[in-house]
């Protein structure tokens, strides 16, 4: 089993950056692919941003891509969500979240392959 803690999100204008961080201990942090989900009220949950184990590979949303940017640091047992060019589209709480397959090359492009969530983190844009 694996804990997950989110930082770093809060109120920004449009336009601004953020970088949101996820703390991971418990189980091996470097053998899954993590990803950032995010969730706003009234829509379903949207897959922003994967990254497999080895930091190797990523994967992007379209509603993201160009702009926010996924990495991890194993020997800290943290992954990173870079958000740049924050559109008030861009709000919503964001959980990490840990891929189920073992060291899997390919991140994954949805939802449901992640077993294990955070708390959440939220993140406003105001216009």
């Known amino acids: 089993q694996v804990q997950l803690v989110e930082s770093g999100g809060g109120l920004v204008q449009a336009g601004d950056s953020l970088r949101l961080s996820c703390a991971a201990s418990?189980?091996?942090?470097?053998?899954?692919?993590m990803g950032w989900i995010r969730q706003a009220p009234g829509k379903e949950r949207e897959l922003v941003a994967a990254?497999?184990?080895?930091?190797?590979?990523?994967f992007y949303s379209d509603s993201v891509k160009g702009r926010f940017t996924i990495s991890r640091d194993n020997a800290k047992n943290t992954v990173y969500l870079q958000m740049n060019s924050l559109k008030p589209g861009d709000a919503a709480i964001y959980y990490c979240?840990?891929?189920?397959?073992?060291?899997?090359?390919?991140?994954?492009?949805?939802?449901?392959?992640?077993?294990?969530w955070g708390q959440g983190t939220q993140v406003t844009v105001s216009s």
């Open positions: 979240a840990q891929d189920s397959y073992y060291r899997y090359d390919s991140p994954s492009r949805s939802p449901s392959r992640f077993v294990s």
């Open positions: 418990g189980r091996a942090f470097s053998n899954y692919g």
């Open positions: 990254i497999n184990w080895s930091g190797g590979r990523t």
